[in-house]
């Protein structure tokens, strides 16, 4: 194995492992009963912090796959 291959299987298990760990503690924070909101925003915004997380977590893998694909081949400049 290279260190690709290393890099991208640490990569995904520490990914798995995020989401295997959000989901449990939002699974145990639900509320027994569901709460009262007094605005839309208030609707729309709190409690979104499950969803924040991910998209960022979204973002950064594009970014890291982007990263990959251009490989340090393609980093130099030079004609292949």
């Known amino acids: 194995m290279n260190h690709r291959s ?3 299987l640490a990569l995904g298990v520490l990914f798995f492992l995020l989401v295997i760990l ?3 503690l939002s699974v145990a924070a639900v509320p027994v ?3 009262i909101t007094t605005s839309a925003g208030e609707a ?3 409690g979104r912090t499950f969803e ?3 998209q960022g977590i979204m ?3 594009a970014i890291m796959s982007i990263i990959l694909l251009l490989g340090p081949g393609r980093l130099r400049g ?3």
């Open 33 to 35: 009963a569901s709460p």
């Open 52 to 54: 924040v997380v991910l």
């Open 78 to 80: 030079g004609v292949s």
């Open 59 to 61: 973002i950064l893998s």
């Open 6 to 8: 290393v890099l991208g």
């Open 22 to 24: 959000i989901l449990a």
């Open 44 to 46: 729309l915004w709190t």
